[in-house]
């Protein structure tokens, strides 16, 4: 036994020793590479969130001739017809107008229902969250609105914006504020 020992001893370590050495070399052969961390202010700064959310630019804008931002608190969804019911921090800003159906078949009205709804829904849980206003603006800054009957209009006008997913929705104008029934707090807030 021992002359088999003898003879097999020195194969066994030379295989040992060859495979020991050909693991170890792909990993001396690999270049080695430098653990780069990049310290936490050299990375991509974000801008500080905006509390208007993706809104911040259209609600300075309709503010630049004054007006006031009222934080959305509410939606209510009037699905049957359509409109929505809009509450604020200062009250209820009331129905907004309704919207209609459209399409030239029964399945192009449904489908633009769906679409209605959808938008319904996210308005509303946009307003949940607290990612939606009621902006009330000078009527000389609000693009496209139609005129009213002239002498009975207000100069002020107000338009309910929401943050959908990063994107900033308008939900539903209303045509002439009554600034007598304002919140007084509101109504000195157009004066600012």
């Not at 202010?41 to 208007?52: E, I, K, N």
């Not at 633009?112 to 206003?133: H, P, S, T, Y």
């Not at 309910?160 to 104008?173: E, H, S």
Request: charged share 30%; net charge positive.
């Amino acid at each position: 036994m021992n002359a088999f020992f003898n003879a097999f001893f020195p194969v066994v370590l030379a295989a040992a020793l060859l495979s020991a050495t050909i693991a170890t070399m792909p990993a001396d052969a690999a270049p080695r590479k430098k653990k780069t961390t990049v310290p936490p202010a050299a990375s991509v700064t974000q801008p500080p969130t905006d509390r208007f959310l993706a809104c911040d630019v259209r609600v300075r804008d309709y503010l630049r001739e004054g007006g006031a931002v009222i934080r959305v608190t509410k939606i209510e969804v009037d699905d049957a017809r359509l409109q929505l019911n809009i509450h604020h921090e200062y009250g209820e800003a009331g129905r907004s107008s309704r919207k209609y159906l459209r399409g030239d078949s029964e399945e192009e009205m449904r489908k633009n229902l769906r679409g209605i709804l959808d938008e319904f829904a996210a308005a509303a849980k946009a307003a949940a969250a607290g990612r939606a206003w009621y902006v009330i603006a000078a009527r000389k800054v609000m693009p496209d609105l139609r005129e009213g009957s002239g002498e009975n209009t207000s100069p002020w006008t107000a338009i309910v914006l929401a943050d959908f997913d990063g994107k900033c929705r308008p939900i539903t104008f209303y045509q002439s504020i009554d600034r007598s029934k304002l919140d007084p707090e509101v109504s000195k807030k157009l004066d600012e």
